[in-house]
């Protein structure tokens, strides 16, 4: 959950004078972000997720929290998913589902081969009028909280402002977020311990690993102690994430040397590359965190305006952000993250059908590396090559993209090639002085290449006796 304005770095980013740390755990293909969605109802869907394709489940916070509106801007919608991420007991699962109802899901999902992911909020507690004493928190009910705001208490730090362009990281990890969210003392053994049990209950009802939300507002010490602690009681098999809003104070390098963290900086630039106006040619070298688990996003539900008044960098135009994450999914680099409503749109699941194939591939020793061609040169038209096993294109203009020939000779691709969602095929064959050209698209009537406006297509190898049928 994020709130206010950053601002954004477009560095590369490098790893330096950080412990190396093994991670055991075997990083996701793709991510279902189910969100704010009853455990109950996520049951029906979550064996269709695995036959897509995704391997990992996300579901919102579980433990009780704001039932209420919480927005800040009074204009905008109600919005109680927020309230998801202002807790009232890390003691108590309610909200979502019941401590059965969440079993019942782990359960169906571990049946069908998908595993579950629980996002967790450590940072913070709710901003409500029962909680103004801060001695009312179930979990941490301190006496000495009445001038907690000013003086702060055993299990909270004192009220104050974040500066995010101050030059080092203070308010951050010790004030309100929001100025208005009481900041939890994870210098206390007992928020430690409070916290850590609530780990351990979704950990025993089968949760399987962990998104950290407002990672960046907690010391990496504190972060670094709770994923220790989830690597101990699992045996290093959780695969965790930490959301890490980059500013000018901070960075992913502070923490992604202890888990994945959310990509942001790639975020940005595919929002401008793929926003009206932008230039897809910028994304043949991408601007991104330099972690191939970085958690990559067309959009998460932080930056969409419908449903957060203070949303984050969002796209004017949503369906943007479809074909971004179409564009993500088609990436041998990081960990795809799909917004659950954008599921419905027809090629974001045949991207993940994509990426699992890829990935599949990749395990059998083929070669699968991304590869942006330069053999479309245009603003609005991108293909990529999986090495020898496959291709994406997207087209984000509005028009049809339509060329009678096209000249692969410089590129790993060759054979017959199937669409997923369309279910056509496409030759790629050597010819004159032994260059290579589509020669077949559909049918052998026509070659080249004809992608229709605001659309995305994945294209897998397949034996070259399917062009001929």
Known sequence: MSFGKFSFVFLFLTIFNLPSKVFAAEQPVAIFHAFNQKYSEIDDFVCTLANQGYSHIQISPAQQSNPGNVNSNPSAPVNTWAGRYQPVSYSVIDGLGSEQDL????????????????????????????????????????????????????????????????????????????????????????????????????????????????????????????????????????????????????????????????????????????????????????????????????????????????????YDDETDSYLATAYVLARQEGTPLVFGPDNLVPYIPAGVKFRQIMHERGNQGLNVKDNVLQAIDSPTVLMMERGSEGFFVVNKGSGKFDVPMMDLTLTNLEGCYREIRNNFTVAIERRDRNKKFVTRWGTWNRGGMEVQGRDALYFIREPFDQCAK
């Open 103 to 314: 079993k019942t899901l782990t359960n169906k999902a571990h049946s069908c081969k998908i595993k579950v992911i629980a996002d967790v909020v450590f940072n913070h507690m709710a901003s409500m009028d029962k909680y103004s004493s801060l001695t009312n928190f179930p979990d941490f009910p301190d006496p000495m909280a009445r001038d907690v705001r000013k003086n702060g208490s055993a299990y909270f730090h004192k009220q104050c402002d974040i500066n995010y362009n101050d030059g080092n990281r203070y308010t951050e990890v010790y004030c309100w977020l929001g100025g208005a969210l009481p900041d939890l003392n994870q210098d206390n053994p007992t928020v430690k311990k409070v916290q850590k049990a609530h780990l351990q209950k979704l950990l025993d009802l089968g949760i399987d690993s962990f998104r950290f939300d407002a990672a960046k507002h907690m010391s990496p010490a504190v972060v670094q102690d709770y994923i220790s602690f989830i690597n101990q009681s699992t045996n290093n098999q959780a695969w965790n994430y930490l959301e890490v809003i980059e500013d000018n104070d901070t960075s992913a390098t502070n923490y992604n040397f202890i888990a994945a963290v959310e990509d942001f900086v790639l975020y940005s630039s595919m929002k401008q590359a793929f926003t009206f106006g932008g230039d897809l040619r910028s994304l043949r070298v991408p601007v991104a965190v330099n972690d191939s688990r970085s958690v990559v996003f067309g959009r998460n539900h932080d930056q969409i305006k419908r449903l957060n008044g203070d949303a984050l960098d969002s």
